[in-house]
């Protein structure tokens, strides 16, 4: 678990790749459920996944279907009792709290709320599973820092042509706007990709931008606020600070990757393995 921008899908490949051989993973990102702006919601690429299985990631049609909480929660859980009948070990990895929640509750109502408003829903300490939770966390002005270090890369990738590319084709005008059409950056920069949109460069570009790093960064800020809830729920969330990898890596520091074997990766080991013989 963790925000958006912590290392999430990185500490797992190196869970699955290094550690824990038989691991596959779940995708818990709303957006990323999704065929399509792989780029925009920032889905790890083959080559990243290093041959570990992936699952729920990609492979819903974004013009069909919204997947709710509750179809999250049978897919999801199937798909975990699959992997253990086959002794493998689940990671569950992703940013969506409140599917991570909908998967996890032992008495999930999709009726209730235990996040937003004045007077959120209790959340169910009880849970399906038995589970290690690891919160993958970096301080606020570090990260967005980085997030928006990282907006620049998504765009020099081709986000931009990737949104023109996706929404230009009929298809997918049909796209859901209550699913893959909430994405980040899908109505900052419709101004720009439509087909009356104007030129890259322009101020309409440039505002688009700037909101995409804004509401990057109230995601993060959202997403942690998810995860304290959770805590005080009587979730067991170990906390991983990873403040000093993304710190180092902006200052081009050449530590980064020593620093990020210590802090991050040989503690989530300790913790899945002591979970493991538990
Ligand atoms: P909410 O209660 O707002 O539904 P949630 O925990 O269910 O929150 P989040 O993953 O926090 O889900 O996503 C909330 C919103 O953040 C999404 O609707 C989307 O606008 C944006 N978002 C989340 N993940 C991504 C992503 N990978 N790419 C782009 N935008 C994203």
């Known amino acids: 678990m963790g925000a958006t921008g912590a290392g999430k899908?990185?500490?797992?490949?190196?869970?699955?790749?290094?550690?824990?051989?038989?691991?596959?993973?779940?995708?818990?990102?709303?957006?990323?459920?999704?065929?399509?702006?792989?780029?925009?919601?920032?889905?790890?690429t083959t080559q990243e996944q290093q041959g570990v299985p992936h699952h729920l990631l990609g492979v819903f049609d974004p013009t069909q279907s919204?997947?709710?909480?509750?179809?999250?929660?049978?897919?999801?859980?199937?798909?975990?009792?699959?992997?253990?009948?086959?002794?493998?070990?689940?990671?569950?990895?992703?940013?969506?709290?409140?599917?991570?929640?909908?998967?996890?509750?032992?008495?999930?109502?999709?009726?209730?709320?235990?996040?937003?408003?004045?007077?959120?829903?209790?959340?169910?300490?009880?849970?399906?599973?038995?589970?290690?939770?690891?919160?993958?966390?970096?301080?606020?002005k570090v990260l967005d820092r980085y997030l928006s270090k990282r907006v620049d890369e998504m765009l020099d990738?081709?986000?931009?042509?990737?949104?023109?590319?996706?929404?230009?084709?009929?298809?997918?005008?049909?796209?859901?706007?209550?699913?893959?059409?909430?994405a980040i950056g899908?109505?900052?920069?419709?101004?720009?990709?439509?087909?009356?949109?104007?030129?890259?460069?322009?101020?309409l570009y440039d505002e688009g931008v700037r909101r995409i790093k804004e509401n990057t960064c109230e995601l993060a800020k959202r997403q942690v606020g998810k995860i304290l809830r959770l805590k005080a729920g009587g979730w067991d969330l170990k906390r991983i600070d990873a403040t000093e990898v993304l710190r180092m890596s902006d200052s081009g520091g050449g530590k980064v990757a020593e620093i990020w074997e210590e802090d991050v990766v040989a503690r989530s080991v300790n913790m899945v393995k002591q979970f493991l013989e538990e």
């Open 9 to 44: 899908s990185r500490l797992s490949i190196d869970l699955a790749t290094r550690f824990f051989k038989d691991s596959e993973i779940i995708n818990s990102d709303k957006m990323q459920l999704y065929r399509g702006l792989d780029i925009t919601t920032n889905k790890i």
């Open 66 to 140: 919204v997947i709710t909480p509750n179809e999250y929660r049978k897919l999801a859980s199937k798909t975990i009792i699959n992997i253990v009948s086959r002794n493998g070990l689940p990671l569950v990895v992703g940013g969506s709290n409140s599917v991570i929640y909908s998967l996890l509750a032992k008495h999930f109502n999709p009726k209730l709320d235990v996040f937003n408003g004045q007077n959120p829903d209790p959340i169910s300490s009880e849970l399906r599973f038995k589970c290690c939770f690891i919160w993958v966390d970096v301080c606020v």
């Open 157 to 182: 990738k081709g986000m931009l042509e990737e949104l023109k590319e996706f929404f230009g084709s009929g298809e997918n005008l049909r796209v859901k706007r209550a699913g893959l059409g909430q």
């Open 186 to 203: 899908v109505s900052e920069l419709e101004g720009c990709f439509s087909n009356f949109g104007r030129a890259k460069y322009g101020k």
